[in-house]
Each structure stands twice: as structure tokens, then as C-alpha cells.
């Protein structure tokens, strides 16, 4: 099943944002300093299905405003279809969203051999986890130029509103960890001790990508200010 990762969307005009939504939460943006159409998502030259096109956009729009501040009105001005043709393949924003979330944050983890990770030495099985939750922030950057900090904004924000969800997450966690501490007691009843060194490992791993998402947002915040004023000065138009 193809992620709405933004890739494949085709390059079109900018649009409005449009709709209500007006709340904010941290980790998301408001206003108009970013575009919410099509053309911020890099194309891959392959048409892609309008309901695919309505997921794409869904996911950006929930990455930089959350859950409340996208409405369905947003998507349809963002993603350049019809709000009948958003209704003919949803029913809700709700049902966009919950499609979005299991696609973007829970399906990838269908990839994730635990039976043969629990085989592996120690530090080949902590490669193999870094390797995949690497590359869903990998996905989201190459695919929207959007920073992964967004993308754990956009998971707890989706725990507030998409029942369930959090316990989903939960359970994948806690069968990796599982699987994690097999391989480093290399035994199908690992002690406390596997257990906790193979949280250790899987907070450090996701820890690891927290900073380095957080570097490069300020080295990216870095590259866009600009002095203002003409010529570089610091001045202000009365």
C-alpha cells in the first residue's frame, strides 16, 4: 500500500488555504508563511488517483497545523479537487485522518521482521531498528521537505484524536522491545535485564533522531532568516 508521503503528487498552481481551523498546537504552523498546495510536494512524474492526491495533501496539512487546524475545506483547496469528489472516497475528515495515520505511522511496521530480529546478534538487530525508523523520516523530508519533528507532533496529536491509536503504537513497541531483548539474552524468555537494556537501545535510537531533527531545524531556521530592512540594515518603515 502506497504512503501518502507526499511523493507522486503532481506539481500545480499554489492555492489558499482555506476553511476554519484555527486552532494552533506546538510542533505546528499557522498562517500564510507556508503553502498548503499541491506544488510543495515533489513529484515523481507518476499521475496519481485523486483520492491518493486527497491523502497527500490530508497528510501535509495534519503534519503543519494538526488535526484541528486542518479542515476539510483545506484539503480540497490543497489537494485541487471538488469537495464532492473529497466526499465520493471519504466521509469525513475524521475517516481521512484515521486513513492517513494507519498508512503513514502503522503500516510500515508490517515491514518488520520481529521473528528473524530476534535471531540477529545484538547489534545487528539495533542496526536493523535504526535503519527503519530512520526512514520514515527520511520519507517525510524527501518527500515534503517537511522536518520529523512534525511527524512526532502530528503522532501525539493523533493520540488525542483517533481512538485507539495510542494502544496500536503501544503494542508495536512493546512486541520490538520483546523481540529486542530475545536477541540480546538470545533466549524466547529474555530476564529484566534483557528487557531493559533493550529499552535502552530503542530510547537511544529514537532519541538519536529526535536530535538530529532538532539540528536541523535550526540549522534550517539558520539558513532562512533574514535581516530586515533594505540593504541588510535593521530598520523599520514608518
Known sequence: KKLPDGTGGKASRASKAGGGGKAVRPGFADGPEESDGPEVMKASGVDVSPRQRIADSALLLFLRHGYEGTSIARIVSASSVSKGAFYHYFSSKAQVHEEVVNAYFLDPFK??????????????AAGVLRRHFASQPLALKNGTGENPLRSKAFMFDSFAHLPGFEKKIAKIYRRIIRALARSIARSKSPGRKARSRAREILAAIEGELLVDAIIDRGRSGKRRKKTPGAGGKNSRGK
Not at 515491514?111 to 545487528?124: A, H, I, W
Request: net charge positive; proline share 7%.
Open 111 to 124: 515491514d518488520l521482521n520481529l521473528k528473524k530480529l530476534e535471531k540477529m546478534s545484538p547489534g545487528k
